[in-house]
């Protein structure tokens, strides 16, 4: 192990960030994720309801991908992913699982990373990044082993649990280890009301948690101007419930809306719901526009790489009003998905094809459009290559800088894609070339059939070809074979592989 550290330290002080980092300001990364912002909510994929002007002018000055994908259909293991840079056959967190279920010692927050689990915020931060936090974390209570001051981070701002986060005006947000108390009177993030005006003004506290977390990140750019820097942005809009302040709502036609939510399927009640979410996703292009200007002023926009994608698809049906989705959403109205199937939660494309857009003045072509397949394990080694660190072994997803910078129009012969997910009734999905292989319902009494897709033809998964392409099913089953790892936490048996057989 001695060597080993040794050997590691050696080459990542001779690598070119850390040369560039004592003579010259070197390459910073800005990477901003959504929250449950599905892939036809920007106008730049295709909204007509929606301006975001902001981040169509990131798309118009950068690349925009068409075939990006997320690490899973929900919040947590889709940033565990993210972060290791392991698909999750292999990742730690492959699900939405409370601290406190088995770690009783914690009241919030979801279960965490092991302290052995690798991110590339710590690899930036070794090699002299200055690294920042703001938004959602979810990968580990304060003071647990994934603990973001743990995972890579110098400063960290915003909500430690997803579930704190499903209010906008919380009782506090974290800044490190500190609890910082922001509303006397939190707003819940659920309830409901039966009967009587629903009123927008009774859902509005003093503090909104976003003005907080967008001040403190133009304040880390201002702050780190001259030396590296990487700043995550995990934004929590338009993740439910929905409680913009009035004057975003107000943006939008009154006559959008002709029926109020009254919090049925969940989170809060809202007088005018389709407005509410238009204006979250409004809200969050204005917070891009703000990051993008903050880079403008501290005069290092020409030598930042930013990243703007999305943690999963839009929000899914409700049971029990069938008029809106979870928390009051209208994803029809919207057209959230374009033709996509499923939503947030569904291993199907509307799930986990999500918006990506990267901008680097001078190397990245601007206004470029790449349909290469591509999912966020590929992040942790691209971002090595980007600014010059080695890639640690046991990565599962493959460098996109190549095609970043356009020296190749896609990658050739990449590893399949591979999403285990063991929630929402038990699901897998495995993507080679053009084709995708889909089960279901593997955690139910009955378990789905095998689903075969060319997605070339069929990207909305409507002809399901897995009796013509019985070759096609086997191949995904030696893929998960090879590529799943048991995981006793977030278990999950795929019908037709045994656990023996489990590496």
């Not at 980007?386 to 020296?407: I, R």
């Amino acid at each position: 192990m001695k060597y080993f550290f040794f050997y590691f330290l050696t080459a990542l002080l001779a690598s070119p960030a850390i040369a560039q980092a004592n003579d010259a300001p070197t390459l910073n990364i800005v990477f901003i994720l959504a929250d449950d912002l599905g892939w036809a909510e920007l106008g730049c994929y295709g909204q007509q309801k929606i301006p975001t002007p902001n981040i169509d002018r990131l798309a118009s000055e950068g690349m925009r991908f068409t075939q990006h994908y997320s690490g899973a259909p929900v919040c947590a293991p889709s940033r565990c992913v993210l972060m290791t840079g392991k698909h999750l056959g292999h990742a730690e967190i492959r699900g939405n699982l409370p601290a406190k279920q088995r770690l009783p010692q914690f009241t919030e927050g979801q279960y965490p990373l092991t302290a052995a689990a690798q991110t590339f915020p710590q690899l930036l931060q070794a090699a002299g990044y200055a690294t920042g936090a703001m938004g959602k974390w979810g990968l580990g209570p304060v003071g647990s082993s994934g603990d973001p001051n743990r995972k890579g981070f110098d400063l960290f701002f915003g909500y430690n649990c997803q579930s704190v986060a499903h209010s906008f005006y919380p009782p506090h947000l974290w800044r490190n280890a500190e609890k910082i108390i922001i509303n006397r009177r939190p707003i819940p993030g659920a309830a409901k009301q039966a009967e009587g005006e629903v009123k927008l003004e009774d859902w509005i506290g003093e503090t909104y948690a976003p003005t907080l977390l967008i001040a403190e990140a133009e304040k880390f750019v201002a702050e780190h101007a001259t030396k590296p820097f990487f700043l995550y942005l995990p934004f929590t809009e338009p993740h439910v419930a929905m409680h913009p302040p009035r004057a975003s709502v107000d943006r939008f036609p009154i006559e959008w809306d002709q029926e109020v939510y009254r919090g049925d399927n969940g989170y809060l009640p809202h007088p005018r719901p389709r407005a509410a979410y238009a204006a979250m996703i409004s809200d969050l292009d204005g917070y891009v526009g703000r990051v993008l200007a903050a880079l403008d002023k501290a005069g290092v926009a020409e030598r930042t790489l930013v990243v703007f994608s999305s943690d999963n698809g839009a929000t899914h049906g409700g049971k029990a009003d069938p008029r809106f989705h979870i928390g009051g959403a209208d994803t029809a109205f919207f057209q959230s998905t374009a033709d996509l199937r499923g939503y947030k939660g569904s291993v199907y494309e509307g799930g986990i094809r999500v918006p990506m857009i990267a901008k680097l003045p001078g190397l990245i072509p601007a206004g470029a459009v790449n349909d290469t397949p591509s999912y966020f394990a590929d992040w942790f080694p691209t971002l090595c290559d980007a600014v010059g660190l080695p890639k640690p072994a046991g990565l599962d997803g493959e460098s996109l800088w190549p095609v970043l910078l356009g020296k190749s129009p896609t990658l050739e012969d990449r590893k399949p894609m591979v999403w285990v997910f063991p929630e929402y009734g038990g699901q897998v999905a495995v993507r080679f070339g053009s084709l995708k292989v889909v089960r279901q319902g593997l955690k139910t009494k009955s378990a789905g059939p095998w689903e075969v897709y060319d997605l070339d033809n069929d990207r909305g998964e409507q002809h399901d070809l897995a009796n013509s392409r019985p070759e096609v099913v086997q191949q995904a089953e030696e893929v998960l074979r090879r590529e799943v790892v048991a995981n006793s936490v977030f278990p999950l048996t795929i019908p037709g592989i045994e656990p023996a057989t489990l590496k």
